[in-house]
């Protein structure tokens, strides 16, 4: 079966995160001049270009990339990681003591962090937002990640200690959320936690490097630099997130010099930003996959071999080749190249659509006398959601309405403003049948959140999987200490997920970002994107 692809002028991307291959350090790659200054000055507005508006302020409860980018800057945790995605202290101290059978986890912090508003941030903070995660009546998608968490609580103002009901390997890791202020929530009830705009939009306040200033819907978001904060003020002035219609627009924004920073370069962009005498580009692998996911609530997805079908009709290398121009690798499997549980070994659905049309057969479908694949009187349509802003996604969903035509699949794609978007396909609605998206991924690849059974209404499972199988494995992973026993235990659980295929695993992509020549300070951090920032430096010449 023959079949060609527009080209269309793509555009890319939304953020997200960039990886390498294996154990080693992810690499940034500069396509332009040096920084232009050898030592940090003071001052400066930071105008970061964003293709998406923020949902909400409060990392207890967001769950899309551009309110993880404000809440990094706004709020701190007990830890962070560097760009080898190793856990480094932030405001605790050092690494945390552990005791023999790994059940209790001690940390000290700094005795000189204050909050925005001049409170001390305290053990007694850090207990307080810990505990939200456990509470009956917590709203947010993360109680998956605490079910081993048996207790946090305050020994003192500087040392806080957790309490497991069993070891969790993946533990270390879910230190990363930023610290709330107790003496401004402790008051509101856990199931308005969520819903509490006067804090999670109309005025967060953290301890991180920069503090909150305003939030103009639809135009930007401004912070200004922490004073006190306790790592030492910021080099910058302010940081505002300017909001664009779309990456079209980003790409002429920092052409003219209007922004200073844009991740998501598309990669049909890459070479005439790359050529724009004050434009600096940045690449490196992100940790992240992109996918087309089924809602298999849908009663058209519940057959496994149309899923597959559907996979086996998708030319993912050429899509690979034309929409990102080379810069991915087409994904069989949902775990990162970086990820040290990386195992592609896996069921593969490759490009074949007269295999695609023999599964679509033993399921049921065959073509009616006006081409669609047809059951029981219904044609096999469906429609593809996206957000707006992201051409990859538009073009990506053009693409598969074109190949899915040609074996009789009538696909609509449409594209949604973010925040209705996530409204269309997260809990409680989960009104959609397929949509486009990327997963950042966590640090530790554990595969509960996503794929895990209990995780379907409350949690990031939107798409409705369930297999008992992966439940299994994703129960039992945490306790497994060995790493390489673990990885094995989890190559299963990639190999079940992708017989299954709830996803049509897209790409591993590369990540671009676009920087004026000046700025400088920066370095490409393969999950973060707001890495350092409080480090950062405008050039004044």
């Known amino acids: 079966m023959k079949r060609t692809i527009q080209r269309i002028g793509l555009t890319l991307v939304v953020p997200f995160m960039l990886v390498a291959c294996g154990d080693s350090a992810p690499t940034t790659e500069s396509a332009a001049a040096a920084p232009t200054s050898d030592e940090p000055v003071y001052g400066g507005n930071l105008v970061i270009g964003v293709p998406g508006e923020p949902v909400i302020i409060n990392d207890l409860y967001l769950q899309d990339v551009p309110s993880s980018d404000i809440v990094e800057l706004v709020f701190a945790s007990l830890m962070t990681t560097n760009v080898a995605l190793e856990m480094i202290p932030q405001v605790a101290v050092d690494q945390p003591t552990v005791s023999d059978d790994g059940l209790v986890w001690t940390y000290t912090l700094h005795d000189n962090v204050r909050f925005h508003d001049g409170e001390p941030l305290t053990a007694h903070d850090v207990a307080f937002t810990y505990s939200i995660f456990k509470h009956p009546d917590y709203t947010g998608p993360r109680s998956g990640d605490f079910l081993t968490m048996e207790s946090v609580v305050a020994l003192d103002n500087q040392t806080v200690q957790f309490t497991l009901t069993e070891p969790d390997a993946r533990f270390a890791t879910r230190m990363t959320y930023g610290i709330l202020p107790q003496h401004i929530l402790g008051d509101i009830a856990v199931a308005d936690l969520g819903d509490y705009t006067a804090f999670n939009v109309e005025k967060p306040i953290g301890a991180g490097p920069f503090k909150f200033v305003s939030w103009n819907q639809g135009q930007n978001i401004v912070l200004e630099a922490n004073e006190d904060y306790f790592e030492g003020r910021p080099y910058l002035d302010r940081v505002t997130f300017r909001f664009a219609a779309d990456l079209n627009a980003l790409v002429l924004l920092m052409e003219r010099g209007e922004i200073h920073h844009f991740e998501g370069v598309p990669a049909g962009e890459m070479a005439g930003l790359a050529a724009v005498p004050h434009v600096n580009m940045h690449s490196t692998l992100a940790l992240r996959y992109d996918f087309l996911g089924y809602n298999l609530r849908n009663p058209l997805f519940q057959d496994k071999r149309v899923r597959q079908a559907l996979t086996?009709?998708?030319?993912?290398?050429?899509i690979v080749d034309t929409v990102m121009e080379g810069h991915a690798e087409v994904a069989h499997a949902p775990v990162s190249p970086l990820s040290w549980a990386y195992n592609d070994d896996v069921p593969r659905f490759d490009y074949d659509p007269e295999r695609a049309l023999e599964l679509m057969a033993e399921a049921g479908w065959t073509r009616g006398s006006d081409g669609f694949l047809q059951?029981?009187?219904?044609?096999?349509?469906?429609e593809i959601l996206s957000n707006d802003g992201n051409n990859v996604r538009r073009d990506l969903g053009i693409i598969v309405q074109q190949m899915l035509g040609e074996i009789g699949i009538e696909v609509n794609p449409r594209q949604m403003e973010w925040g209705a978007f996530l409204e269309r396909i997260l809990s409680p609605n989960f009104d959609f049948d397929a949509t486009i998206l990327a997963w950042s991924l966590?640090?530790?690849?554990?595969p509960s959140a996503?794929?895990?059974?209990?995780?379907?209404?409350?949690g990031l499972n939107n798409v409705g999987y369930s297999n008992p199988a992966v439940d299994a494995i994703?129960?039992?992973?945490?306790?497994i200490v060995d790493q390489d026993e673990r990885a094995a235990a989890l190559a299963e659980a990639w190999a079940l997920i992708a017989e299954d295929q709830p996803y049509t695993f897209m790409w591993?992509?590369?990540q671009f970002v676009a920087l004026n020549e000046r700025v400088n300070g920066f370095v490409h951090h393969p999950r973060t994107n707001m890495h350092g920032v409080e480090r950062w430096w405008l050039s004044t010449n």
């Open 375 to 382: 059951k029981d009187g219904q044609r096999f349509s469906f």
């Open 508 to 510: 591993y992509p590369q």
């Open 312 to 318: 086996h009709a998708i030319d993912r290398q050429e």
């Open 442 to 446: 966590g640090l530790d690849p554990d």
């Open 474 to 479: 994703a129960d039992s992973n945490i306790v």
């Open 450 to 458: 996503i794929w895990h059974t209990r995780e379907i209404e409350q």
